[in-house]
């Protein structure tokens, strides 16, 4: 182990075979030619200098595009710093870090400007080892030092930033693009990737965004919402097991309950866990049932009670009823315990909601609702700071494509790399937003009719919400309908076209 190591580096050869350096440490690498990273450039949409014809399908052999078109097109540029860096701060950083962080362990490297080494060591994930961490913090000055990592959240991330250091959170494609600039034979060990990684922000950090302190209600609710799914994905598959359960020895429940997530699905099988127990108990009592769960509606009252009268028709053997009944019986009695967790859980997140002051500007969202809202405030946050214009948002939402274009070819792909939970959000929050916004229904129509299918139409609305999300949070004025539409006289959009006068 070596603390404050002078020495170069060295790295396994990188030079061909043929030539005559093949036995000696590898030089060197030099300044990289790209000022921008590719995790900064892929934060934004690409652009387009002209307007390009677009293919009305795409071919099967270009199925993984959104789209492909043979036009010639403009040289795509990087997105130009926007000038709210904090480069006064960013001169006070003389050493960097690279942190390959580990369940266990971590490895560091810290390089000085000139990028020679001056300090390689690891520490235990212990009280201990984050102890020694300080003590190297300490020794070179929380104020002069900033870390590279791959992760923006966690207990790591968190010990960090209460070390007084500058974090600079980096995306595990980048960091491996930067590894292999280093050793492009493929050699990986963790000191190689903390070298990387400390040698990558003393090039590039100058444009890259630091790790700011959350606020710790934003923390908490976003981690409540997201368990909260986790837990409702959790009710999913063990419906689809009860289900399963039932179809192989009692097809009439399924037959006579269209929703199992309602408990009054769940009951019928606690109280007629058989066929032959809902035959032997009679009419009477499969009414008095429906009454007290309040299932007894004129549309599917009488309808059944028919399916109750033959619901032994079709009768499994003995053996196979006892036992699938039994797991039913269990399957149940689990989802109940889920469900209680998952009401606590939406109680608490209703609760923290409340008290944070943007929940006025995302619960007046149209189609949000009381679920939608807080998920929303979760993922987004309230740094005014983190997303420069609507593109940035749009891109970590995932709604925003990724454009390739080289010589003649144009393709532009759906965008993979991207805040899974705030896509799968913002999916569900568009597709309720065509009930409670009239033009957000003709948008969506309009794009169905021009062949896009329900997911793309949906992110092209999407797409167009992030917009005015990310208008009314910077604002913090609550979304006005009226106001929307006065914008839309204004400014001309298509969309009126399809308003009836």
Not at 113 to 137: K, L, N, P, S, Y
Not at 398 to 410: D, E, F, N, R
């Amino acid at each position: 182990m070596k603390n404050f190591a002078v020495e170069q580096m060295e790295v396994v050869n990188n030079l061909p075979t043929g030539q005559d350096g093949w036995e000696r440490p590898a030089p060197k690498p030099a300044r990289s030619t790209v000022a921008i990273p590719s995790r900064v450039i892929c934060r934004r949409p690409a652009g387009s200098r002209a307007s390009v014809r677009r293919s009305e399908r795409t071919s099967s052999r270009e199925d993984p595009c959104i789209s492909l078109t043979g036009d010639r097109r403009g040289a795509l540029t990087p997105r130009p710093l926007t000038g709210k860096r904090n480069m006064k701060a960013w001169k006070e950083i003389t050493y960097y870090g690279g942190f390959d962080w580990a369940r266990d362990h971590h490895d560091v490297v810290i390089v000085d400007r000139r990028g020679q080494m001056v300090a390689d060591f690891a520490i235990e994930h212990t009280a201990e080892g984050w102890q020694r961490w300080r003590e190297q913090v300490a020794a070179l000055g929380a104020e002069n030092l900033a870390v590279c990592l791959e992760t923006s959240h966690g207990i790591v991330v968190e010990q960090l930033l209460e070390s007084g250091v500058t974090v600079y959170p980096i995306a595990p494609v980048s960091s491996k693009a930067y590894r292999e600039r280093k050793a492009p034979s493929g050699t990986k060990t963790d000191r190689l990737d903390a070298w990387s990684l400390a040698d990558a922000l003393r090039l590039d950090g100058h444009s890259w965004k630091a790790l700011a302190k959350e606020d710790p209600l934003i923390a908490e609710l976003r981690l409540l919402c997201r368990d909260e799914i986790a837990l409702i994905e959790e009710r999913t598959a063990l419906l689809n097991q009860l289900q399963s359960a039932l179809q192989e020895y009692y097809p009439a429940a399924l037959e006579a309950f269209e929703d199992w997530t309602l408990p009054a699905a769940w009951a019928f099988v606690e109280v007629f866990p058989t066929p032959a127990r809902l035959a032997a108990a009679g009419q009477r009592k499969w009414e008095k049932f429906l009454h007290v769960h309040k299932l007894a509606r004129p549309q599917t009252y009488a309808k059944r009670l028919e399916i109750f009268a033959r619901g032994s028709e079709l009768a499994a053997g003995e053996a196979l009823t006892r036992s699938k009944s039994r797991l039913a019986l269990a399957r149940i009695r689990m989802l109940r315990v889920l469900q209680h967790q998952i009401e606590a859980y939406r109680a608490e997140i209703e609760k923290l909601f409340a008290q944070h002051p943007d929940h006025h500007l995302f619960g007046s969202l149209p189609g949000a609702g009381p679920k939608i809202a807080p998920r929303l405030l979760g993922e987004i946050g309230s740094d005014r700071a983190r997303f420069d214009d609507p593109s940035a948002l749009q891109a970590l939402a995932g709604t925003a494509p990724v454009s390739y274009q080289s010589g003649q070819i144009h393709k532009v792909y759906l965008r993979r790399h991207c805040n899974k939970s705030l896509r799968a959000t913002i999916h569900l929050w568009a597709n309720l937003s065509r009930r409670a916004s009239p033009w957000a229904a003709l948008y969506y129509q309009s794009l169905r009719a021009r062949g896009k299918s329900h997911a793309s139409a949906l992110r092209s609305l999407g797409q167009r919400w992030l917009k005015i999300l990310w208008k009314i949070w910077q604002t913090r004025r609550s979304y006005d309908p009226d106001l929307h539409t006065r914008n839309q006289l204004q400014h001309g959009s298509w969309i009126l076209r399809f308003q009836s006068p």
